[in-house]
C-alpha cells in the first residue's frame, strides 16, 4: 500500500528522484553543533553533577516532610492515611465503608442547622 503512494507521488513529480544526502559520520552525528568531544562530554558531566545535586535536594526535602508529618502526627495523635491505630487488619479498599475489618463504617454527616 505505501509503495503505491510512493510510486503515484514519484509521477506527479515527473519521476524525480529526490537527491540522497551522503551519510553522516555516526559520531559526528550525535554531537551538538559547534561541540568538541572534549566539550559535549564536560557538558554531560555537568549535567550528570546537576541531576546528582537534584535529587540530593528532593531526597532532602522529602525527608524534612516526612519528619514534619511525623511530628503533627505525635502532637495531634494523627493516624496515618489508611490506617487506624489499635486496629490489627489493614484499611479495606478505598470504595467500601469503614477503615478495616474491626473498624464500623463512618456514620453519615448531619448538616448543621444554624441554631
Not at 75 to 87: E, I, M, R
Request: net charge neutral; charged share 30%; hydrophobic share 30%.
Amino acid at each position: 500500500m505505501a509503495s503505491f503512494f510512493t510510486t503515484a507521488l514519484k509521477n506527479l513529480r515527473g519521476g524525480e528522484e529526490e537527491p540522497q544526502a551522503p551519510p553522516k559520520d555516526t559520531k559526528a552525528a550525535t554531537l551538538p553543533n559547534g561541540m568538541s568531544r572534549e566539550e559535549f562530554e564536560e557538558y554531560q558531566r555537568q549535567l550528570l553533577e546537576e541531576k546528582i545535586e537534584r535529587d540530593k535536594a528532593f531526597a532532602h526535602k522529602k525527608a524534612e516532610r516526612a519528619a514534619v508529618r511525623m511530628h503533627l502526627r505525635d502532637k495531634y495523635h494523627l493516624a496515618q492515611v489508611g490506617t487506624h491505630v489499635g486496629c490489627p487488619e489493614p484499611p479495606t479498599l478505598p470504595d467500601s465503608p469503614g477503615l478495616g475489618g474491626c473498624c464500623p463504617p463512618p456514620t453519615a454527616l448531619v448538616p448543621w442547622d444554624g441554631r
